[in-house]
């Protein structure tokens, strides 16, 4: 299925079953996070951070509190997402084919 894609083409994934091993795991959520819609929540999180940033001085230094980052991608069952599809995403996608549904969008 993956050698069927053309690149810049749209892909639907969805997760079928959640993976036990931490490192498949890893690699879908970062799949995940190509999601336009996960992206801009990131980055609308990541500069919300940097806008409420708690500072204090300590010792005539300047510190800083950092929050931590929210997790938008959830891998779950049915979890579903839209990525345009990279050739450098091949690999990937063939290591965790077993926990996907992958189809053109």
């Given at each position: 299925?993956?050698?069927?894609?053309?690149?810049?083409?749209?892909?639907?994934?969805?997760?079928?079953?959640?993976?036990?091993?931490?490192?498949?795991?890893?690699?879908?959520?970062?799949?995940?996070?190509?999601?336009?819609?996960?992206?801009?929540?990131?980055?609308?999180?990541?500069?919300?951070?940097?806008?409420?940033?708690?500072?204090?001085?300590?010792?005539?230094?300047?510190?800083?509190?950092?929050?931590?980052?929210?997790k938008l991608?959830?891998?779950?069952?049915?979890?579903?997402?839209?990525?345009p599809f990279?050739?450098?995403?091949?690999?990937?996608?063939?290591?965790?084919?077993?926990?996907?549904?992958?189809k053109p969008?």
């Amino acid at each position: 299925m993956i050698d069927t894609l053309n690149p810049g083409q749209n892909v639907t994934c969805t997760v079928t079953r959640v993976p036990r091993a931490k490192a498949p795991f890893q690699t879908i959520q970062r799949l995940m996070r190509r999601d336009e819609g996960i992206r801009a929540g990131l980055r609308k999180a990541q500069s919300r951070r940097r806008r409420t940033m708690h500072s204090y001085i300590r010792g005539g230094k300047e510190w800083f509190n950092r929050q931590r980052v929210g997790k938008l991608a959830r891998v779950k069952d049915g979890a579903s997402w839209t990525m345009p599809f990279t050739p450098d995403l091949a690999n990937d996608l063939r290591s965790v084919e077993s926990y996907l549904e992958i189809k053109p969008a």
